[in-house]
Every structure is written in C-alpha cells, then in structure tokens.
C-alpha cells in the first residue's frame, strides 16, 4: 500500500465521531432498533428459508414457491415453484390500492420540461408498449437492448419487457456503438429501443447514429424502436426501424402480466471486470425484486408520503434498482431527472430538490466532490428542508465530501445511509439503516440481514484483528461473502463458467466481491477499494484491460498499460502508459488526441484516460507480467522508493519512466 493511500486510511480509523439518527427519525422508521436489526440479521442467517420465506409475502404471487432455496452458490435457485411478474408487482398491484393515482414516475426533463406518471398512467403506457413488443415479435424468453436517455420511455419500455419476460439489456448512453454492438451480440438482442438523441448540458447525444452504426456489426438485431425526443434529424430504415409514438397509436391497453418462472431471467446488465470482455451479470424475477424491494423499504425508510430521488442514469444497476424496481415495487414516487447536474447552473440539483419537495436524496461520491467544487452559494440558494434522508452508493466516500454533505445538504439534520454494494449483488448489502445504526463518516457499517461478511487474506484464511497505531483495532482483508442472497447474480450470460471462475473460485466456498475492506471492533465494514484491475472512475467502473485493449486498436500503439491514481473529483483518474512507433516529441499532442478519440469509439468517452504517457518499455518480469504496483506509484506520484525491482528484466526501465511522468 502506498503511504499515501496507507495515510488516508488512518486518518479514516481515527474517525471516531458517531452520528445517531435523530429521535423523531427513529419514531417512525420502518425498523427501529438496534435489537430489532440484530434479531432480523439473527433469523436471516440461521433460519433463512423462515426468514427469506416469510420476507417473500412482501411480493405478490401468482402461484406461491415451493421451496425458498436450493443449490449452493454459484448455482443457487430461489422461490422455485412459484409464479411471479415484476411488472405486476411494480405497477397492477398498486391499482387495487389508493395508489392508483398516485405519482408513481415525476419526470424532469433536462431543458426544463416535465411529466407526471401516476400508477395508472403507467400501466396504461406499459401495457401498450408491451403488446407493441408482441407485435414486433418479441417473445418470453427474447433479449432486447435500451439504449436510451433517462426519459420516461426507458422506465416503461423496462417494465413492458418484464411484463411479457423478454429479458431487457440496457445500455448506458455514454457507451458507443462499438461497445453497443458487442453487447448485442453477445446478448443476442433482437431488437433495440433508442431515441432519435438525448439532452446532455444543453447538447445532443446521438443516440440512434450510434445505433445505427451498431447494426452493421450486431445482426441479431431485426428492429429498432426509436422515440422522438429532441427532434433531431435521424435516418428511418424501412421495415427495421419504427417511431414508438406511432406504434403506440393503435394498440390496445389490455395485456395480461406473464406468470413466470421465479428464476426466469428478467435483465442482463454488462459490467467490467479484470479482462477486456464486459460480463453480462445476469439477475432473475423473484430473488432480485425482493432484494430490489426489502433493501428500499430497509435502507431508504421508503414511506408512503416520500418523494424519493435517486439521481443516477437507469443505465447502471442503481439505476435498475432504485429509481425503478425498488421504488416502484414499494409504491413509491420516484423522481426521473434526463441530464446532467450543472445544466443550466450548478443548482440544477438543489432546484429540483426544492421545486418537488424531495424527502430521501440518493447519489455518487463524485457527484458531492464536484458540489463542493462548484460552491456552496448553489444549494444555499435552495430550500433544502424538505429533505430528510441521504443516501451515497459507487465508491468510498471520504470523510471531508461526507461532513459537507451532512452539513451543507443535510442540515446536520439528515441521517446518510453510505449504500456499498455492486451490479453482482443486485442492491444493496453492507449500509447503515437510516433509523438505527449510527453513520460513522465513510464507513458503509453494518451488513443487511441475509448478508454475511468475510474479510480473508491472499491465501483465503479468515483475517485477523490487529492493533493500529492510534489504539483502534482493525481487521483487513478481501472482502467476500460466506453465504447467498435472494438478489446475488445467477451467471455471467452464455458463459457460467466465467461467472464461477470470476466471483466463486478464489476462495473456496466463498464469493469474492473484488474489493478490500477493513472491520472495526464493533462489526463496521469500511470498503477501500477494489482490489482487481477494475477502476472505479466517478463511480463507473471500467476495467484496465477493456481500456487498454481500446487503446491497442490504435494504429501504431505497440503495448499499453493503465493503472488508476487519486483524483480529487473523479475518484480515480486513468493514467494510460503507451508504447507506440516513432512518436516525436512534437508529435505527442497530435496522438493523444488521437488515442483519446480511438477510446471513445471502442468504449465510449467514460473511458478516456485523463493521463497518457509515452514511454519506451514497460516494468516487466522476466516471465513478461507487467509490474503494475509500480506503475500504479508513480501514476500516484510517488516516483522514488518503489520498492523492489530486481525481479524486472530491465529495472533501468522504471527511473526512466518515473522521470518521464506527467
Ligand atoms: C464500489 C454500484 C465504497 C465497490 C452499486 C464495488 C463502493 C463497486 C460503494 C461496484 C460504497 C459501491 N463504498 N465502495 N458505498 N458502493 N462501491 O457494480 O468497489 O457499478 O465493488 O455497482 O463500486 O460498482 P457497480
């Protein structure tokens, strides 16, 4: 571990503040003890058929389970026997209650325009699209990509496709075409619903071009549905490519919810790993909806009267499971904003907050970082008030960007729930409960109930406590969990093998998150990062080999290597080590740009490295493994005391490289 980074975590395990939730918002909470969370936790890990079993009444149930879980992790089966649908526990069953005019989606456009969806107005839209589905000849079972803006379309053409048990693969709307069409491929998607564009600060993002230039490499493809949102120009192919508001015209609002398979898969999601290929985590109908749904209710304290805002982009798993099935399935009011939070100022956020009253707040580290960049005058131009919870998800958060956001947003007033969880988990895992467990400033705390934490070293055995320099006793290692969840992913699709070899070999027996994380005294988990070539860039996580196989597409780069390094927004930054044929010095400029523009079209402009290198050689061993703990050094600027390179075939290398830094 680097001194620095070894000194951001001490200065973390002298943090001995404690934040309890205020009295009036324990009163109400939905679990509202300390002893009732333990004797939950308790239940859930001794008895969790009982428990699990018990918790699934929280859905509805065409036919009720026979058997709560089966199988042992990787290969686990839950509530098999039992017949469900994740858009009727989503939307029908709230038509029966007086939710039905309730505001299930408040929408906010980025230029400003709005729209409400009440729960009726949402089955009406969700039922119509998903016979547009049939029409289009989309069957139970098919898989069909998103590719859209964050508009309202995508949370229903989601819920349609769960309606009739396609299996929905969305696709961030940073990513290009040529990330778009691998994905196709390998979900083998037989069609794909975009926008003709979508608002970014102000600009448009060609979405359907980017389909289009998609289709010629991803010919599983037979349709696009294309809905008109800012009317840019887009070219229409005949027989393959429809406006959604013309196909919406003359359908019917009349079809049935399919009573699936608990286990039928209801969406895939691609995400990084160590290896250039992204892996499609595959999460299925019954296990993931509980999960998506017990852990609002838990976590967030969803309450009837809530305006809840979750701000990330339905492209990422937060996204998925907390602005649409979680809320939804609670019958909540979830808020949908389209763009970017500093468009047209930097109080977009604040003045959203206070235009809808919102009561629970969910967003990014990063997303704090940049506020508190951008100053403090914008959200003190806003009535805050309304506001009762906060909630952070995506990357550690530091105590600094977490005091801010408990004091300048919070009012000192708003529990934070530090949410640590991943796409593979399906929500939420280790996170304080905003009515119980004192927030401990960058400390995710305490593991759900069902959750069962394990710290083990390189060599898989438990990790022992040891005493830290201030007094404080810590216990260290890689984070893994002992046992399954409702929600833990079911494969990696068209390749279970991957998914076994990835999160279930390692350690025996165990799942392997990928990150670190440190156990104080009293049972707190603090995650540190990951601890795979996985890099964590404003809370998007993107592989070092996906971006270094981008960047080897260049003509003339030779070897690459990336490494992540502190950033005081992002998170991490990319640092990109490059060799590429006879660049001159005077050329340098030119080809980075030209490396950049390379990366943007293989992945997309999320994974444009911030720093790029030139170099001659890169620290190999003499079996050809490149020593990234150095180059990770002097990315973090710590170009002397680089520990031990005489096992590298050329140490020479390395003095040059740290002289060559930038
Ligand atoms: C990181 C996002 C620290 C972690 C939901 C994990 C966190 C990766 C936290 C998953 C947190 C997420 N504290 N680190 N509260 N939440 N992470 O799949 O490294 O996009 O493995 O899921 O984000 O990222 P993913």
């Given at each position: 571990?680097s001194?620095e980074?070894?000194?951001?975590?001490?200065s973390?395990?002298k943090?001995?503040?404690?934040?309890?939730?205020?009295?009036?918002?324990?009163?109400q909470?939905?679990?509202?003890?300390?002893?009732k969370?333990?004797?939950m936790?308790?239940?859930?890990?001794?008895?969790?058929a009982?428990?699990?079993g018990e918790t699934a009444?929280?859905?509805h149930?065409?036919?009720?389970?026979?058997?709560?879980l089966?199988?042992?992790m990787?290969?686990?089966?839950w509530?098999?026997g039992?017949?469900?649908n994740?858009?009727?526990?989503?939307v029908?069953?709230h038509?029966?209650?007086?939710r039905?005019n309730?505001a299930?989606i408040?929408w906010?456009?980025?230029p400003?325009?709005?729209r409400?969806?009440t729960?009726q107005?949402?089955?009406?839209?969700v039922s119509?699209?998903?016979?547009v589905?049939?029409?289009?000849g989309?069957?139970t079972?098919d898989?069909v990509?998103l590719?859209m803006?964050?508009?309202?379309?995508l949370?229903?053409?989601?819920l349609?496709?769960?309606r009739i048990g396609?299996t929905h693969?969305i696709?961030?709307?940073?990513?290009?075409?040529?990330?778009?069409a691998?994905?196709?491929n390998?979900?083998q998607?037989?069609?794909?619903i975009?926008?003709?564009?979508?608002?970014?600060?102000g600009?448009?993002?060609?979405?359907?071009?980017?389909?289009?230039e998609?289709?010629?490499?991803?010919?599983?493809?037979e349709?696009?549905?294309v809905v008109r949102r800012?009317?840019?120009?887009?070219?229409?192919?005949?027989?393959?490519?429809?406006?959604w508001?013309?196909?919406?015209?003359?359908?019917?609002a009349?079809c049935?919810a399919?009573?699936?398979e608990s286990?039928?898969p209801?969406?895939?999601?691609?995400?990084?790993?160590s290896?250039?290929?992204?892996k499609?985590?595959?999460?299925?109908?019954?296990?993931?909806l509980l999960g998506a749904?017990?852990t609002?209710r838990?976590?967030?304290?969803?309450?009837?009267e809530?305006t809840?805002?979750?701000t990330?982009?339905?492209?990422?798993i937060?996204?998925?499971s907390?602005i649409v099935?979680g809320?939804?399935?609670?019958?909540?009011?979830t808020i949908?904003?389209e763009?970017?939070?500093?468009?047209p100022?930097e109080?977009?956020?604040?003045?959203i907050?206070?235009?809808?009253?919102?009561?629970i707040f969910?967003?990014?580290?990063t997303a704090?970082?940049?506020?508190?960049?951008?100053?403090d005058?914008?959200?003190?131009?806003?009535?805050?008030?309304?506001?009762?919870?906060l909630g952070?998800v995506?990357?550690?958060?530091?105590?600094?960007?977490w005091?801010?956001?408990?004091e300048i947003i919070g009012g000192?007033?708003?529990?934070?729930v530090?949410t640590?969880w991943q796409?593979e988990t399906?929500?939420c895992l280790?996170t304080n409960?905003a009515?119980?467990?004192p927030?401990k400033?960058s400390?995710a705390?305490?593991?759900?109930?069902?959750v069962?934490?394990?710290?083990?070293?390189?060599?898989?055995?438990?990790a022992?406590?040891?005493?830290?320099?201030?007094g404080?006793?810590?216990?260290?290692g890689n984070?893994?969990?002992?046992?399954?969840?409702p929600?833990?992913?079911?494969t990696?699709w068209?390749?279970?093998d991957?998914?076994?070899?990835?999160?279930?070999s390692?350690?025996?027996?165990?799942?392997?998150t990928?990150d670190?994380?440190l156990?104080d005294?009293n049972?707190?988990y603090r995650?540190t990062?990951?601890?795979?070539d996985?890099l964590?860039v404003?809370?998007?996580?993107?592989g070092t080999?996906?971006v270094e196989?981008?960047?080897?597409m260049?003509?003339?780069v030779?070897?690459?290597?990336?490494v992540?390094y502190?950033?005081?927004i992002?998170g991490q930054?990319?640092?990109?080590y490059?060799?590429?044929?006879g660049?001159?010095?005077?050329?340098?400029?030119?080809?980075?740009q030209n490396?950049l523009q390379t990366?943007t079209?293989?992945?997309?402009?999320?994974?444009?490295?911030?720093k790029?290198?030139?170099?001659?050689g890169?620290?190999k061993?003499?079996?050809?493994?490149?020593m990234r703990?150095?180059?990770?050094k002097?990315?973090?600027?710590?170009t002397?005391?680089?520990?031990?390179t005489?096992?590298?075939?050329d140490?020479a290398v390395?003095e040059?490289?740290?002289?060559g830094?930038?």
């Amino acid at each position: 571990m680097s001194s620095e980074a070894s000194e951001k975590i001490e200065s973390v395990l002298k943090e001995t503040r404690l934040f309890p939730p205020p009295a009036e918002f324990v009163e109400q909470a939905h679990i509202s003890s300390e002893e009732k969370y333990q004797e939950m936790w308790n239940r859930a890990k001794d008895q969790p058929a009982e428990f699990w079993g018990e918790t699934a009444g929280n859905l509805h149930w065409f036919k009720k389970f026979d058997t709560v879980l089966e199988g042992e992790m990787p290969n686990t089966k839950w509530f098999t026997g039992g017949k469900i649908n994740a858009c009727y526990n989503c939307v029908d069953r709230h038509l029966h209650t007086w939710r039905k005019n309730k505001a299930a989606i408040i929408w906010e456009g980025e230029p400003g325009d709005t729209r409400v969806l009440t729960y009726q107005d949402l089955h009406r839209e969700v039922s119509k699209f998903a016979n547009v589905l049939k029409k289009l000849g989309v069957t139970t079972g098919d898989r069909v990509t998103l590719y859209m803006p964050m508009i309202p379309e995508l949370a229903i053409a989601m819920l349609a496709c769960s309606r009739i048990g396609a299996t929905h693969s969305i696709i961030f709307g940073g990513f290009s075409a040529d990330a778009v069409a691998d994905r196709n491929n390998d979900a083998q998607s037989k069609l794909v619903i975009t926008a003709d564009a979508g608002w970014r600060r102000g600009k448009e993002v060609p979405l359907k071009t980017a389909v289009d230039e998609s289709l010629e490499k991803s010919p599983s493809v037979e349709k696009v549905v294309v809905v008109r949102r800012t009317g840019a120009e887009v070219t229409m192919v005949d027989d393959r490519d429809y406006w959604w508001h013309e196909l919406m015209e003359d359908v019917s609002a009349d079809c049935e919810a399919v009573e699936l398979e608990s286990e039928h898969p209801l969406f895939i999601l691609y995400t990084s790993g160590s290896t250039g290929k992204p892996k499609g985590v595959l999460h299925t109908t019954a296990g993931y909806l509980l999960g998506a749904t017990m852990t609002s209710r838990w976590v967030f304290d969803l309450k009837e009267e809530d305006t809840y805002w979750c701000t990330a982009d339905i492209g990422w798993i937060t996204g998925h499971s907390y602005i649409v099935y979680g809320p939804l399935s609670n019958g909540a009011t979830t808020i949908m904003y389209e763009g970017a939070p500093n468009w047209p100022d930097e109080g977009r956020f604040w003045e959203i907050v206070e235009k809808y009253q919102v009561n629970i707040f969910y967003t990014a580290p990063t997303a704090i970082r940049a506020f508190i960049k951008w100053g403090d005058e914008f959200p003190n131009k806003y009535d805050l008030s309304s506001l009762r919870l906060l909630g952070t998800v995506g990357e550690p958060i530091n105590p600094k960007a977490w005091m801010w956001y408990y004091e300048i947003i919070g009012g000192e007033r708003c529990p934070i729930v530090d949410t640590w969880w991943q796409t593979e988990t399906g929500g939420c895992l280790i996170t304080n409960l905003a009515g119980i467990t004192p927030a401990k400033a960058s400390w995710a705390t305490l593991p759900l109930p069902g959750v069962q934490p394990v710290l083990v070293d390189e060599e898989g055995n438990e990790a022992k406590p040891a005493p830290t320099a201030d007094g404080a006793v810590i216990t260290s290692g890689n984070l893994c969990m002992k046992a399954p969840w409702p929600g833990i992913l079911r494969t990696t699709w068209g390749d279970h093998d991957r998914c076994r070899q990835t999160y279930f070999s390692t350690y025996k027996d165990l799942y392997f998150t990928g990150d670190g994380a440190l156990r104080d005294e009293n049972g707190n988990y603090r995650i540190t990062g990951r601890v795979d070539d996985v890099l964590n860039v404003s809370g998007h996580r993107i592989g070092t080999a996906e971006v270094e196989n981008a960047i080897n597409m260049h003509a003339g780069v030779i070897e690459s290597a990336v490494v992540g390094y502190p950033h005081d927004i992002k998170g991490q930054g990319i640092y990109a080590y490059i060799i590429a044929e006879g660049v001159k010095p005077e050329d340098e400029e030119r080809q980075r740009q030209n490396i950049l523009q390379t990366v943007t079209r293989i992945i997309g402009p999320i994974a444009k490295p911030d720093k790029i290198q030139f170099v001659n050689g890169l620290p190999k061993t003499r079996s050809g493994k490149i020593m990234r703990r150095i180059l990770r050094k002097i990315a973090e600027g710590q170009t002397d005391n680089l520990g031990d390179t005489s096992t590298l075939l050329d140490p020479a290398v390395v003095e040059t490289i740290a002289k060559g830094k930038v």
